[in-house]
C-alpha cells in the first residue's frame, strides 16, 4: 500500500471534532510548524494562508488511495 503525507490542523487532528472522519490507515507521525498564518473563521473552523507566521499541526499519512476521501472530508473538488 502506497502512503501520501500530509499536514492537518484543526478539526481532523487527534482530540479534535472530526478526527474519527480520518480515512482508515491514517497515522500521525509528528507534530509540525509550518511557515504560514492561520486564523479561525466565523464558521468555527481554523484556515491557513500563506502570509508569513507559524501554523502548529501534525504530520500524518494516509493511504494514497484515501486521498479523495480527505478532499471530500475538507469539502474540496477540484484539480490541485
Known sequence: MNF???FLY???IEGGYDNSSLPIGGRMI???IINTKMY???YGYPVITLEEGRSKGYLYEI?????????QIEGF???I
Open 4 to 6: 501520501v503525507k500530509v
Open 10 to 12: 484543526g478539526p481532523l
Open 30 to 32: 509528528r507534530p509540525l
Open 40 to 42: 479561525l473563521t466565523p
Open 63 to 71: 493511504p494514497y488511495e484515501s486521498l479523495g476521501d480527505l478532499d
Open 77 to 79: 473538488y477540484g484539480d
